[in-house]
Every structure is written in structure tokens, then in C-alpha cells.
């Protein structure tokens, strides 16, 4: 079976698996119901008294009153909640419906088909995806409540929430409520912009070390692969992961694991085996959301057995350099920098062992392999886009005096880089069109309202930033297409140019690849200049195309 033939059958088992999964939930919150309500009437029943001419059914109900009650009312819950609620109670059943998002999870590009529900309802603030429960995000006064207005009302669900603090651990991206509040006060300072400044000489120096192992795979590599047209494909993914871990590593607690200079890294190939793509960890990934995690964990999968084994091995590395920085500072030889992650954690002493491991798990995934897809996504936009390729090498030459090619040695000052309109604007637009986290949901916890609609406990709600970033109600008729210049904005008297926040839009919920409100990414600035760094470093001193 093909490729093509096997996300067909994947996409029709997803779907399958979403209207059944539909249906059970909505049966299943049933039950507590069916059975206080028919146990109360078998109760009454069995006291009654029928006469002696009754018919089989009222015989058969006088005998097993709590059976029959229990079934009945059920019954007629389940004919309430699956025909009656929908068409004449329901708050949310004036929606659009589509179903075209129903197999979300395995296509590619993930979000694609919520782009394509939002351009067939190009007013709607909100799409009902097929179902009961689930509902898109589609206008920016959806976002602005689910994110912002109404946010204590809305977090992640605990399937997903368990499924990703396998990976990740329980740290500041999985917890919800007042525990994540908690851990978010804590971290926050350590993420305040003159922290992030202080990092762009570490940043600087392990970007010259990137384009100097690129350099070397071109040479070895590009000959091998040069076509009729000249062009030649070079894998830089795995690079590009190994830059940002070695960025991360220091930044987030003191540790250079010094990947791309050495041999082998344990850490580096356990994150390459763990988002190694396959038909077998989309089917993985399926069954994570369909069933319980508990579950999941004992099936007798090789995905499973790979994820809780490199789960536990960072899990242990990280506790294993927590000690050791801990004894460093006992010992009065602090080796952790000012910037520092891990130096604030330990300065609070807010912070368990076990909360300080998850936070560093946490940073230490989040922190390297999101930065490192966007990087590999830049790349590819620049080979695409020539024209693109040459405004940005130009404008990255003249500011920072490049010699004969090749990129400064010293630092780089924080002030030029971010100062530099085409830069910020094309690492902007790679945010924008490539997010990190293409789709993400989030769940009613009571009672609220959304985009002025009454919305019930337990409606999810679908925000998918590939989708809402890609608009064209937001960013015109070339969303699609990457532009530098909808980041600049030029001073009609002095021609001054300079970059903008906004991409030329009127909402700030216009972009979610870094969402808003009180969940907004911890990491984005981090992100963004450990961004501005390695396309400064990698276009400017590359070959020209």
C-alpha cells in the first residue's frame, strides 16, 4: 500500500473514529444520570401495586422494577440527547457545520482542511466540526475569549494533557489552573528580554559553528545529489536540532552538550528516534486521543515502548545535571550563568526536584526542536523563493559588514539584529506560515460564552494557528505566500524603514503561532532571537544562489 492509499485508509478510520468517539461520549455522560433517575423510579415502581389482569410488560416491570427503570430512562435520555437537544435546545446548533476537520490529525499540512471550513465560512466566528462537542475557532472574537476574555474557563483536556507530559513532563506547557500559574510566576523572569539579550553572544557563537558543519555537509554531500538544473538537496534537519540544543542546553541549565562538535549525541538522537515520522506513530498518535492514557500505555506497541524509554532516559538526564549543578553551588563553583533557566529555579527554591526536572524537560523539547523545524522551514523558503534569498543576504551583509562572505566573529549586538526590518519580517512570516504547533484545543470547564454564543461545559474548542495564520480574512489574498514586507513599515518623509508587530493586520488574534493571554508561549521571544541569530548567520554566509 502506498503512501497515498494509506492516509486514505487512516483518514477514513480517524473519521470513523470521531463520529464513534462522538457518539460514546455523549452516551457515556448519560449513565450517572440513567442510574440515579432509574434507581429513584425502580424504587417507586417496586411499591406499587399492579392489578392481577396485568398485561406481560407491567408483569415483567413489577419483577425487575430498578432493571427496566434504569433502561427506560436511558432510553429516553439517549432519544433527548441524540434527536431532541440538537435540533431544539442545543445553544451552539445555528453553527456551520463541516466535517471536513474530522482527520486533522493525519493529514499534512496538519490544519489544512480548518483553512479550507474558514474560507468556506469566511464570516463565521465559529464552525461545529461534525460532531456534539467539537467546535473551530474561526473568528478572532472566538480566540479573543477562549484565549483571553474567558481563559480561567478553558484548558487543555486530560487526555491530551497526559499524553504530552510523557514527553514532556509536567511542567509549566502541561499544567493547568493555579499550579501552572504558580510555576508560570516563577518562570517568568527568566524569560524577561534583557535575560534574552544577554544570549545573543552564545547564540552567535554556536550559529558560526552550525554554518561551518553545513558547509562541510554541502561539500561532502552536495556533488553526490547535483541534478540537470544544478540544484542539489542537503539534509539539514538534523543539524538545525543539534544548533538548537546546543542553545538550549547552557541557556536553560549550564550544560553545553556541545552536539555539533562531537561524534554522538544521546540527547540529539533520542529526540531525532522520538519525532521520527511513520504510518505506525500516526496510528499511535490517533489512539492517544480516542483512548484513555492508562490504556495506551499497556498496548503492546514499539511506539509506545519507544516513547517511555526515551521518556525515562531525558527524564534521568535531567535530574542527573540537577544534582550536579546543585552540588557545584553547595561547593561554592556555581557554573550556572545569569540567564540561566535553571539559576532561578534554584535561587526561588520554589521548586520540588521532581517540579524542577519536568520544568527542565519541558525547556529542554520546547527549547530546541520547535526553533530547529522552523529553521529547517526558513531554509527551504529561501531555496524557493530566490528573490527573497537575495533581499535578505543583501540587507544582512550591509548591516552587519560582512567580509568576503563570511559572517563577523565577534558578537553581534542584540540592537542590529532586531532592528533589521526584512530579518524580523522574514523570520516573522516562517512563524506564521510553519507553526510550531499547528493545532492545539482546549476545553469548557463550566458554563461560559463564546463569540456571544452560550457555551456549555465540556465543548471543545479547536484553535488551529496553520489555519488561522493562512486566513485570508486577516492577511489578504497572498496569506499563503511568504512576505517579508508586510512586517515593515517605511516613514513616508525619511524613508526610514522599520519593523512592525502586526503584519499589516487590525487583531492581534490574527496570528496564533505563539497564542495570547495568560497561555501565550513562555518561550516566544526566546524563540524569535535564537531565530534573527541563525538566519543572520546561515543566509548571510552561505553561497549565494
Given at each position: 500500500?502506498?503512501?497515498?492509499?494509506?492516509?486514505?485508509?487512516?483518514?477514513?478510520?480517524?473519521?470513523?473514529?470521531?463520529?464513534?468517539?462522538?457518539?460514546?461520549?455523549t452516551l457515556g455522560r448519560l449513565v450517572p444520570r440513567a442510574l440515579v433517575a432509574g434507581m429513584l423510579s425502580g424504587w417507586l415502581v417496586s411499591h406499587m401495586t399492579f392489578p392481577a389482569h396485568a398485561n406481560g410488560l407491567l408483569r415483567e416491570l413489577a419483577s425487575h422494577p430498578y432493571l427496566w427503570s434504569v433502561l427506560l430512562v436511558f432510553l429516553v435520555l439517549a432519544l433527548d440527547a441524540m434527536v431532541l437537544y440538537p435540533k431544539l435546545r442545543d445553544p451552539l446548533r445555528s453553527l456551520p457545520v463541516t466535517w471536513r476537520s474530522s482527520a486533522m490529525l493525519v493529514e499534512s499540512p496538519r490544519g489544512k482542511s480548518s483553512l479550507a471550513a474558514m474560507k468556506d465560512y469566511p464570516d463565521a466566528s465559529l464552525i461545529r466540526l461534525g460532531g456534539r462537542y467539537a467546535v473551530l475557532c474561526a473568528g478572532h472574537d472566538a480566540l479573543r475569549d477562549v484565549l483571553s476574555t474567558h481563559a480561567?474557563?478553558?484548558?487543555?483536556?486530560?487526555?491530551?494533557?497526559?499524553?504530552l507530559a510523557r514527553p514532556l513532563g509536567w511542567g509549566v506547557i502541561v499544567?493547568?489552573?493555579a499550579l501552572h500559574h504558580r510555576q508560570r510566576r516563577i518562570l517568568n523572569p527568566a524569560f524577561h528580554i534583557g535575560k534574552i539579550r544577554m544570549l545573543y553572544g552564545l547564540m552567535w557563537a554556536k550559529v558560526l559553528i552550525f554554518a561551518q558543519k553545513l558547509e562541510e555537509v554541502i561539500s561532502q554531500e552536495a556533488p553526490k545529489s547535483i541534478g540537470d538544473e544544478g540544484w542539489a538537496e542537503v539534509e539539514i534537519a538534523e543539524l538545525a536540532s543539534r544548533l538548537t540544543l546546543d542553545i538550549i542546553g547552557p541557556a536553560a541549565m549550564g550544560r553545553d552538550f556541545q552536539s555539533l562538535t562531537s561524534n554522538g549525541s544521546n540527547i540529539s538522537d533520542?529526540?531525532?528516534?522520538?519525532?521520527?515520522?511513520?504510518?505506525?506513530?500516526l496510528i499511535f498518535g490517533g489512539l492517544n486521543f480516542m483512548l484513555p492514557q492508562w490504556i495506551v500505555k499497556w498496548l503492546p506497541l514499539s511506539s509506545n515502548r519507544i516513547l517511555t524509554e526515551i521518556s525515562t532516559f531525558l527524564k534521568k538526564t535531567c535530574g542527573e545535571i540537577l544534582q550536579d549543578k546543585k552540588r557545584e553551588i553547595?561547593?561554592?563553583?556555581?557554573?550556572?550563568?545569569?540567564y540561566s533557566i535553571l539559576k532561578r529555579i534554584i535561587e526561588t527554591g520554589e521548586l520540588t526536584d521532581d517540579?524542577?526536572?519536568?520544568?527542565?524537560?519541558?525547556?529542554l523539547a520546547a527549547g530546541h526542536e520547535t526553533t530547529a523545524g522552523a529553521l529547517t522551514w526558513a531554509c527551504w523558503l529561501c531555496a524557493t523563493n530566490p528573490e527573497v534569498q537575495r533581499k535578505l543576504r543583501a540587507e544582512i551583509h550591509t548591516r552587519l559588514e560582512y567580509v568576503g562572505g563570511q559572517p563577523p566573529e565577534g558578537i553581534v549586538s542584540w540592537d542590529v539584529l532586531e532592528s533589521m526590518p526584512y530579518l524580523n519580517g522574514f523570520c516573522e512570516e516562517v512563524l506564521r506560515?510553519?507553526?510550531?504547533?499547528?493545532?492545539?484545543?482546549?476545553?469548557?470547564?463550566?458554563?461560559?460564552?463564546?463569540?456571544?454564543?452560550?457555551?456549555?461545559?465540556?465543548?471543545?474548542?479547536?484553535?488551529?494557528?496553520?489555519?488561522?495564520n493562512r486566513n485570508p480574512r486577516a492577511w489578504g489574498p497572498d496569506a499563503d505566500r511568504v512576505v517579508p514586507e508586510r512586517w515593515i513599515d517605511t516613514d513616508p518623509n525619511t524613508g526610514v524603514s522599520r519593523p512592525n508587530k502586526t503584519g499589516g493586520t487590525k487583531s492581534n488574534f490574527a496570528g496564533l503561532t505563539f497564542l495570547h493571554?495568560?497561555?501565550?508561549?513562555?518561550?516566544?521571544?526566546?524563540?524569535?532571537?535564537?531565530?534573527r541569530c541563525a538566519v543572520a548567520g546561515l543566509v548571510g554566509g552561505s553561497r549565494s544562489s
Open positions: 500500500m502506498d503512501e497515498n492509499s494509506q492516509r486514505r485508509v487512516l483518514n477514513a478510520f480517524v473519521r470513523f473514529g470521531f463520529k464513534a468517539g462522538d457518539t460514546l461520549v480561567a474557563d478553558f484548558e487543555k483536556p486530560w487526555p491530551v494533557r497526559s499524553f499544567n493547568e489552573g533520542a529526540y531525532q528516534e522520538l519525532l521520527r515520522p511513520s504510518f505506525g506513530r553547595a561547593e561554592g563553583k556555581n557554573s550556572l550563568p545569569d517540579e524542577t526536572e519536568d520544568q527542565m524537560l519541558t525547556f506560515l510553519y507553526p510550531t504547533v499547528p493545532v492545539t484545543v482546549r476545553e469548557a470547564q463550566r458554563a461560559t460564552a463564546v463569540a456571544g454564543y452560550r457555551v456549555p461545559k465540556g465543548t471543545l474548542f479547536v484553535l488551529v494557528p496553520h489555519a488561522t493571554g495568560p497561555r501565550a508561549c513562555i518561550g516566544q521571544d526566546f524563540a524569535k532571537a535564537e531565530m
